[in-house]
């Protein structure tokens, strides 16, 4: 081989070796660790464009902080010891007031903001602890290609804003009463547990008309509070998509299954649907004319790669998921 090529060859080996590194970080309250704070580590790195993943390992504990992944930092992945026993937490509410005196609205109430694409995050919990004082928001994610395996979700209204971009949640735990899992982006959940703490509705979708699939559940359990009555969706706006395949649903769920908002316009646009609901909250035959119970032919045309593939053809990638984390709220 001459000798040329030889050095070229070591060169692209070693940047493929370079470019193939994965960061970790690590994090624990205790400062046995580099890092005593979630956000700290997350600033450690400069922004910037890359394609190492940086992995922060956290350590088990409840970290009070606001997490902010920005833009700019694409490839970062978040892994607790247990969901159980390591949280990010805040309590943030839409009611609190500004410098001003004036509320601070719904979307500045985040425990954890994820702004960046290709984040991933693993056992671990995602929290607002304000309580049922309106809205308040564990998380916010505007990033593309955002996946979750065995994380939990803690709030009460508007729990978890999904508000662009596609994600994938694999054996995760939602809890909430009002609109708890909402926004435009295009979702799939799989072997997930929805429970509902009080009345109310277990989803807003915001779907633009022009995108096919807004939330899809596949294979999830709907509970709830003892007497707790609930709706699987309503429209935030009238061309809202949301679907629910092989669901077994208790009997949280009212026979009518879904809410209009008080928006009869979204009759003749909004994309609500069910497959193979089980247990006692499955109603079919009650359900409303303007949402629909599909054919086994349209929901197995319901896949991973048709919702989440885009023109990318991203695949999550993810291991399945080894049974639901622990459903206790707030443990």
Sequence with gaps: MPKKLAAFLAVLIGLSGRLGAQMNLYVALDGSTPFKSVQ????????????????????????????????????????????????????????ITNAEGKPIGTFKTPSTTIDADDFAAENLTFENSAGPVGQALAMRVDGDRASFHHCRFLGWQDTILLNRGRQYFAGCYFCGHVDFIFGAATAWFEQCEIHALRDGYLTAASTPVDIPFGFVFSHCRITGEPGVQTALGRPWRIDASTVYLNCDLSDTVGPEGWNDWGKPEAHASARYAEF???????SPAKRPKWTKQLTADEAGNITVPKVLGGTDGWNPALPPAKGLPKSIHGQ
Excluded at 69 to 90: A, C, H, M, W
Excluded at 276 to 281: A, E, F, K, L, Q
């Design 276 to 282: 193979n609901s089980t247990g006692p909250g499955a």
């Design 40 to 95: 700290e580590a997350i600033m450690s790195v400069p922004s910037g464009s890359r394609e190492n993943p940086v992995v922060i390992h956290i350590g088990p504990g409840i970290y009070r902080e606001l997490i902010y992944i920005q833009r700019e930092k694409r490839f970062f992945r978040l892994v607790g010891d247990n969901p159980t026993n390591t949280l990010l937490s805040y309590n943030l509410y839409a009611g």
